[in-house]
């Protein structure tokens, strides 16, 4: 059948499927071919695709009806991707288990499903989590063109933040100097040196540091980025000045407010991410940063709900604008 299709060479095939796939834009319903050293990516909307690609129509296959977890289990089942981990956040472990069999017999590429044990807790930010089919907790993550090797008992990581982290990154420039104070295994912090900023990423979890090491090798940006462990109030050098700012650390970021603007430079943009009431969440995290940044004129340019987190709470991030 004659569809839509990004044409790329074959080494360019799994970033380019990666590519698609992230942004939601890949069709499942036709399959990948390669005809003449090339190789053919159906999509769904031709008209969506960045402009650096050739989009050309071509003859595929229909792809045979895959087996869904839903087609097994007569519900659909709430879950999440994360490499090739499924993520279940069930109160009831006898569903939890009736779901990762039918995850496991479907036909989603998955090598393990674990069961939330826990909140997320401590200093580290990490949480339980009961593994109910395959035996392994770390995986390799991929959003956005970035790849992200992690271990889910050992580190925080939420994929239903991939959009918001591309939203941030995307305004990166290549000569900005970026700090991101709670920076994980680099979700944001690679992504910012892959659109060519010099990039510190501090984190309190050393095992978290070690990833981001791994994961600057992984995606070719080593030299622009800087993993430093231990509490950025304590380690953030004196000579470090930030165009840009990271402070995803919801609950708790107004903490260290201090040390972010102490790190700014004359012009700098700050993501400050929040957790407070629907009757006021952005209002908190906006009263705190102009009391932190005196001298500085401050502007909100944007305000943003990322996502609900409680009933009744809201998940926000706020873009400020330091000028001195």
């Not at 956005?144 to 995307?170: K, M, N």
């Not at 809201?314 to 873009?319: A, R, T, W």
Request: charged share 30%.
């Amino acid at each position: 059948m004659e569809v839509p299709c990004v044409r790329v060479a074959r080494e360019a095939g799994e970033e380019t499927r990666e590519r698609l796939d992230d942004r939601g834009l890949l069709d499942h319903d036709h399959e990948i071919t390669v005809a003449d050293g090339r190789i053919y990516l159906p999509v769904t909307d031709a008209t969506a695709v960045a402009d650096e690609y050739a989009v050309v129509t071509h003859d595929v296959p229909t792809r045979e009806t895959q087996v869904m977890p839903a087609d097994l289990l007569g519900f659909e089942p709430s879950y999440e991707r994360l490499g090739e981990i499924v993520l279940l956040h069930e109160d009831d472990i006898e569903r939890a288990r009736r779901i990762a069999t039918a995850v496991m017999d479907s036909s989603l590429p998955v090598a393990t499903v674990a069961n939330r044990a826990s909140k997320v807790t401590g200093e580290f930010r990490t949480r339980d989590w009961a593994v109910l089919a395959g035996d392994g907790t770390t995986t390799v993550h991929r959003e956005y063109g970035c790849s992200f090797a992690l271990d889910i008992a050992e580190v925080y990581f939420s994929p239903r933040l991939a959009t918001e982290r591309h939203r941030v990154t995307q305004q990166v420039d290549a000569d900005e100097r970026v700090v991101d104070m709670f920076a994980g295994v680099g979700p944001f912090a690679i992504p910012a040196a892959k659109q060519g900023a010099d990039v510190v990423g501090i984190d309190l979890n050393p095992v978290a540091v070690e990833y981001l090491r791994e994961n600057a090798r992984r995606n070719d940006v080593t030299e622009r980025v800087t993993a430093i462990e231990g509490d950025v109030r304590e380690v953030a050098g004196d000579d470090t000045r930030a165009d840009r700012i990271m402070m995803n650390l919801p609950h708790s970021a107004d903490a260290f407010l201090d040390t972010a603007v102490a790190l700014a430079s004359d012009d700098c943009t700050i993501h400050y991410y929040d957790i407070q009431h629907e009757d006021d969440p952005f209002g908190p995290g906006e009263r705190a940063i102009r009391a932190a940044a005196e001298g500085y004129e401050v502007t909100v340019e944007t305000r943003r709900t990322v996502r609900s987190y409680a009933p009744h709470e809201q998940n926000v991030c706020l873009d400020i604008r330091l000028r001195a």
